[in-house]
């Protein structure tokens, strides 16, 4: 699927779509409670509905009824023969191998041959042990076990291993340890939804390390979450809120532990007066202008998803911008170090590559060649939202990767007065 992205001044009012992170927490968690619970507003695309058939193959039941998902199960969590084919989620997999593993011992996985690929390089060996097999279609049967002994749980590749152990807390009570002094925002948000159910934690910072003691004694039986809006998806309308003033969000939190929420203070400090403020549950926006010497220099190790959309969106600001410590970049659906800046490159935009920084250059931008995705949905947010600032027509090519983390972005864009002409390939 391609779509072509026609310039247009945008104006209305949109719904703040929900956190996925925080869904997948809710949906794991849920299903591990005795008489389970419901997720108010929760994210549906294709990333949590992974998640929904990791955990209806254990025997979990979820019904999707009036944007409420109702989570029931009438007997013992199950290990099927395999788990459902598996194609690009690893926050679905990584989340939950730490409970099948430690329910089951081992477990069989149908997933994508790029799936496996992205989970052996985020440390899959360091804490299971597994086999694999090669089939048809590209696709793998891996096989993981359980491992004696639980080494450091590092943080530098991903959170998300490091999430699925803490989730262990509602099975047991346990001790965790951390090859960091600082907890990333993901795991902060993990302990917030276990807090919620009852869970405690004692957590004992060292010179290096964080020691984390969970208590699961108070841990209740039935939970109803209400999912949060999503930052990290939000950004691109929250900058794109920065040049059309008429754009109005609802359901963004004005109080969040996301670490995307640190968009707000990013734009904040770039414009010549305050760009946004919250009233009655809405985030609306003020008309100014960037300052001067507006340029970011940032450290996108706790905000990686953002880090495309932020490295795009320096090539419009007035002085050069430097990007640190980028190595997560590397782990996500595209290798975003390469398509990001190949992207940039395809818009005629200005950077430069070394081991420690990247450096995008305010540029003159183009959008006469068409672009490619990467299969990346981040990818195609940003080549969208950078175009409309410019107030420029672009094309992306194989968008339909989109519908993995947001199925409403250009539904979103259309309620704004976009014009979007969808093409087959």
């Known amino acids: 699927m391609n779509v072509e992205i026609i310039s247009s001044k945008l104006q209305g009012t949109i719904d703040a779509v929900t956190s996925k992170s925080y869904t997948h927490r809710a949906l794991i968690i849920l299903s591990l409670l005795n008489n389970c619970g419901k997720i108010i507003n929760p994210s549906i695309c294709e990333d949590t509905i992974t998640t929904m058939k990791y955990l209806n193959a254990m025997g979990v039941k979820t019904i999707i009824e009036n944007n409420v998902i109702t989570v029931s199960k009438q007997s013992e969590l199950i290990n099927p023969s395999f788990f459902p084919y598996n194609d690009n989620s690893g926050t679905s997999i990584r989340l939950l191998l730490p409970i099948i593993t430690e329910l089951f011992t081992e477990a069989n996985f149908l997933i994508s041959e790029k799936l496996f ?3 052996t390089n985020t440390n899959l060996e360091s804490y299971f042990g597994y086999q694999f097999s090669s089939l048809e279609n590209n696709k793998i049967m891996l096989n993981v076990q359980k ?3 639980l080494p450091y749980l590092s943080l530098e590749k991903t959170s998300q291993y490091a999430s699925g152990f803490l989730l262990l807390s509602i099975l047991k009570n346990s001790k965790f340890n951390f090859d960091s002094i600082t907890l990333p925002s993901y795991l902060l948000m993990t302990i917030d939804y276990l807090e919620k159910v009852g869970i405690s934690f004692n957590i004992i910072k060292a010179e ?7 208590y699961n004694y108070n841990l209740i039986n039935y939970y109803n979450f209400n999912v949060e809006g999503d930052y990290s998806l ?3 309308f929250i900058i794109l809120g920065c040049y ?7 359901n963004l939190s004005d109080n969040s532990i996301q670490g995307d929420y640190k968009i707000l203070e990013i734009l904040n400090n770039l414009f010549e007066t305050k760009p946004f403020y919250f009233s009655n549950n809405q985030l609306l926006f003020n008309k100014t202008v960037l300052k001067g010497n507006a340029s970011l220099n940032i450290d996108i190790s706790n905000i990686p998803d953002i880090a495309p959309l932020l490295m795009a969106y320096a090539l419009l600001l007035n002085e050069p911008s430097k990007f640190y410590n980028f190595e997560k970049l590397n782990y996500k659906e595209s290798n975003r170090i390469i398509s990001t800046l190949a992207t940039i490159k395809n818009m005629n935009g200005r950077y430069k590559l070394t081991d420690k920084v990247i450096e995008i250059y305010p540029s003159n931008l183009s959008f006469d060649k068409p672009f490619d995705s990467y299969n990346d949905h981040r990818i195609v947010f940003l080549i969208a939202i950078i175009a409309l ?5 672009c094309t992306i ?3 339909q990767c989109f519908k993995k983390s947001y199925p409403e972005f250009f539904d979103n864009l259309l309620k704004l007065s976009s014009k979007c002409i969808f093409k087959e390939d």
């Open 117 to 119: 690929e992205r989970l």
């Open 147 to 149: 491992k004696a002994q």
């Open 208 to 214: 290096n390390t964080t020691q984390v003691n969970t």
């Open 234 to 236: 939000m950004a691109n």
């Open 244 to 250: 059309y003033s008429k754009i109005i969000i609802n």
């Open 389 to 393: 600032i410019e107030n420029r027509t």
């Open 397 to 399: 090519n194989n968008c």
